[in-house]
């Protein structure tokens, strides 16, 4: 399975990504600012990033 991890600030816009990924059977991580998009980047490991 793809993780993805989402870093966006808008929360409608993280609901509507993260739906969208999980549709996609893809795991999914967001965080709302870089410090911790790069903690969860370090121990979640995701393939990918969306912004």
Known sequence: ???VLVV???LQL???LVI???AR???VDAAPDGA???RLA???QPHRFEN
């Open 1 to 3: 399975m793809t993780r």
């Open 8 to 10: 966006e600030d808008d």
């Open 14 to 16: 993280v609901r509507a």
């Open 20 to 22: 969208d990924k999980q």
């Open 25 to 27: 059977h893809h795991g």
């Open 36 to 38: 911790t998009a790069v």
């Open 42 to 44: 370090a121990t979640r």
